[in-house]
Structure formats: C-alpha cells, structure tokens
C-alpha cells in the first residue's frame, strides 16, 4: 500500500553562528546537518538520540520557530521553509506543537478559556464560535467545563499538559509536534497522556513527530523511528526494525543501554558498551559523525561523510561498513 | 544477612504556611548489609525526604520522629547533634540528582575532594590530594592528576557525576544514597554511571540505597525494591517478587502503566486515573484510595495494616490476605 505523504524534508539545515568575545563568527555549530526524511499521514514519527543531538532543532525547524539555513521542507506539495510570510499564514495554524513543560509553556495569568481560544482568536473566530469550541475542546481532553475560568496553576502536571494539547488541536492542525510531551510527569501520569495522544490521533487523523527521553515510550508509541546523532540523521526504519534489528553502531549501543523493566529479560540482556561521551556540536568530527566513538572505526570513517543508504526496505542508514 | 540500616515508625512533618504536611506516615524500612535497596514512587511519594530524615538533611521546618534509626547496633536517634554531625558523610554518603548544581563553580574539582578528605580523616594536604587523585581514578576519570586542576564547567555531565561519586566515597562509606543519580543524563551515560555504582557496591562491600522513578533503571540494578506511595510505603520485596508477583494495586497498576517488553507495541497502556495526592489533601486512611479502582470506604477512613507474603515481601492494603504482622 502506498502512503500518503504529509511532509517531506529535503537536506534541512540548520547552522547557529558562534562567536567569539568581540562578536566575530568563528564558525558554525551544525544543529541541523543535512537531514532529509518523510513524515507519512495519520503516522507517529519518533526521533530520538542524546541531549544536544538536534531533535528539538530540528522539529522547530521544521515548524518555521527557527529559519532553516537551507533546505526545504514540503508541507502537502508546499515549499513552506521558503513561502512568503502572508502565505505561511495561511498554513501555521496547520503545524503546531506541545512542549515539554506544562509548567513554563502556559501563561499563569490567562485563564484555561483564554489559553486555549488564543489560537482560536488568531484564526479570526468569532467569540460565539470560540466559546463552543473551547467547550468541546475540554470535552476532548477529558477536563470539565467548569474549569474554564480556572488559572493553570490551579491544576496537576498532567491537566496542565491536557491544557497544552487542547490549545495544540484547538486549530484543526493536521500535524503536532510533541516535544518530550512526558518527561516532565509523573510515571503514573505518562500513559494518562500518551493515551490521549493516541485517541485524538485516531479521532482527527493528526500526524506526530514525537520525541521523548524514555525510549521504551517512543518505542512504543511510533510506527517509525529516527535516530539522530550531532545533527545527522543515522538511522531510519519502522520502530520494530529499529529496535530489533538495528544497523547502525550507536543505535545498537543506545538500544541496548536502555534500561529494561523486567529483571529476568536484564539479567540476559548484553549491553553493548559505548566509550566516553557525546562530542560537543562545535567541533564535530569531520567524516562519520559517530567515529570518535565508534568501535569498529576506520580511517575512511574519520575521513569521508558516509551516504544514508537504503540497507533493507524501508530501512535507512548512514555508516560504511554496511 | 545482618541489616545495616534499620528504620522504624519514621515520621516527618513540614510546617507550611498552610498548615502541618505529613511527608512521612510511618515509614518501616531495613537496609541490608551489600545489597542495593531500590526506592521507588513518583515525586512527592516520600522516597527523597525518607533518606533525608535518616541523614538529618532536612530544613528546620521539617520534624522528625522515630521509634529508632538503628545504625550498625547503634540507636541514632539518642545520638547528639555533634555526634550525628561526624557519622553523616563518613558512615553514610549521599549523592544528588542533578550534578550542575551539586558543584562549586568557582573551585577546583581538586578543591572539592580535599575539603572532604581534610575534614573527616586526619592527613595532611599532600596525602589528601594523592587519596583524591586515587579516587577519581576509581570512578574512571582519566588523567586525574590534570582534571584535579580543572573546575566543574569543564567537566560533562556524565563526569561531573563521576566527581560527585567519587567525593562521596572519599570517607569509605558503608552506606551511599543515590538520590536519582542518572535522571539528569542521556541513556547512554545513564548506563555507564549505573554500571559504576554496582562495580563500586561489589569492590567495597558496600550497601546503596537507589531512589528513583524509572521502574527500568530499578530492575536492572537492585536486589530488593520498596515502593513509596504518598509518604506510605505501600510495599516491600525482592526485585522479583516486584516485578512478576506485585501484591499492592499500586504496584500492580504502575508496572501495568509502564511499555514493558511483553506489552505488544501500540497497545493501550493501562493509564492510572486521576494525579498522585499532595501533601495538603492526603486522605485520612489508604494514600492510594482515590486512585485504587478495589478501594472501600474502610481504605479512605483508616490507614492499613502490613500484611506478610514471605519473608522478604509485603505490603499494606486492607484488601490483601496475607498474613498480618
């Protein structure tokens, strides 16, 4: 069956100048580093890699909250990484997200009706027409409609983070961007939420791009999984080949030091060790990206930018010894 | 094997402006001698502030009581101040979850494990720089001669951690708390400092205690696991007896709430309705009651009793018929 593509990214870049003390650049740190994948329709695209490896980057790239150095990023056949402004507005209300903490990301002063019609209001609704989509909105996320004149303090993390994604599907989006929507909750709290995003998916046919610390929770919740590592994309495949059988050296390594919650299967499990830690994005290493750490590195490795390669159907990676 | 640690009946109190909150309700708990003891429960369940009452490291706000805190056949809580003040750091260590923060910014990390060294063993300045040296070594910090000279904003995460690791362990602790030791690092990281911790455990022949949330971290590194629910802890058992026989709906709901690898992927994840209670509005029995889908109306009115399923596992629930204590 052939699906449905609902965004593509075509070698996305994304380079933060650094400067030094006098404001001279110095070089760049590559966030983004040519990064190209598709985002099928109604699918749950998951990304994970280490802190620092350019996820949220490049989802925030990919919404236009930062500007793309180059690259395009193809939104239902629209370039809309270089659409002119008036344009784009058309569409934003299309692209939306959910941030990582239900704490920071809702203004302590509004109201739970005021913080979820703002998207509203800026599509041009009408108050009538606000008031009876904030209502059924609430409805959606299981939160009752008394608690509309409420302040968000007043609520849990995870009502707090229910509030958060009421104002994200507020405006009809079609794909959501959920930046470690979980991490800041309560374990008890973590699958509340993750249920949620799966029923809402299933009612308004929404597409995600979800990241996530807890790895076992992105595993589980993606039909596909990229990995990234210092701004490239090393691996791509549906989540139960990632997981399963993965190809590239580092997935391999971060897989297997994913704790399991299951003493017996832990006991068996062989990790892979993994030597010192992340590089800094500054100085990347100049070929493969992973080599610095990388077990089986040669000198081509340190050398020359392995291709990302088809290795299996549907199974992308970048390294050479495959 | 003979406890290390034994607590009993511990109870600590805040006094907030909005009144009393009982963190604590009664916390039994036994440390045995080398093993890892996993402290779970979410934030705000107990699992730090427990710990912290037994190392006196709570603000003046908090009260607390014991029936006795029996350390090594010894009673701490009829121990003075001035006494406590030595056995903390040098019989019981504690290490903090986040390791920005845990470090002098302005000293070296040198500087850091003299001070500890200078302070409970009596050695001068030459001989502390060497043990330090040695102990970074220890912990897998390499050339130690030249990141002694370094300060903490030259050091990644992973190996501030490492540094905090080693200043613990600078007194040779029988006891070390690890308040959250990874939640702060990348898997990979986690797994090299998880990895540590058993190494040091098994070359020292010491006992840890493991506090955390993530049920994964506490499968693969403890031999007994207690878990806290709202200042109470619900129940107690090997890691197995944990993970394969749970008896408290608590514990039986939160692993069912987490992806394990028999969960077939995509599946619904059996959410726990509802949010943990807080300290202001704990109800007067079970902590559990407003969440538990088994609760009665004895679970909301009186707080239950321990009941007994072997020798190393229970738990408290009015539900439960095992044998009472």
Redesign the interface.
Known sequence: MEQEVLLEVKNLKKYFPMKNFFGAKIGDLKAVDDVSFVIYKGETFGLVG??GCGKSTLGRTILQMLEADSGSVIFKDKDIANLPKDKWKELRSKLQIIFQDPYSALNPNWTVKELIQEPLKNAGMSRKQCDERVRELLKMVNMNEEDMHKFSYEF????RQRIGIARAVASYPEFIFCDEPISAL???????V??ML?DLQQELGLTYLFTAHD???V???S?RIGVMYLGSMVELGT??EVFENPLHPYTK??IS??????????RKSQ?IP?QG??PSPMNAPKGCRFCTRCPYATDKCREERPEFREIRPGHFARCHML | MSNLLEIKNLRTTFSTMQGKADAIRGVDLQVKENEILGIVG??GSGKSVTMKSVMGLLPRSAKVTADALIYKGEDLTKKKEKELRSFRGREMAMIFQDPMTALNPLRTIGYHLTEVICRYRKVSKKEAEAIAIEMLRQVGIPSPEERMKQYPHEF?G??RQRVIISMALCCEPSLLIADEPTTAL??????QI?DLLKQLKQDRGMSVVLIS????????MCDRIAVMYGGVLVEEGK??EI??QPKHPYTK???R???????T??A??????G??PTLHNMPKGCPFAT?CQYATEKCFEIMPETRVFSDTQNAKCHLLTGKEE
């Open positions: 280490e802190s849990s993390g995870g009502q309560d374990v008890s709290v973590q699958a509340q993750v249920n799966k790895l076992s929770m595993h589980h919740i039909d989540s139960e390594a971060l030091a994913i704790p399991i919650a299951d003493p017996e299967l832990g990790r993994i830690e992340l | 979410e934030s990644s992973g190996m990348d898997v990979t990281i986690q797994a998880l949330h993530d049920m994964g971290v506490m499968a693969n890691v197995d993970f394969y709901d939160l692993l709430s987490i992806p394990r690898p028999e969960v992927r995509g619904r994840l059996q959410a726990i309705d949010a943990p969440r």
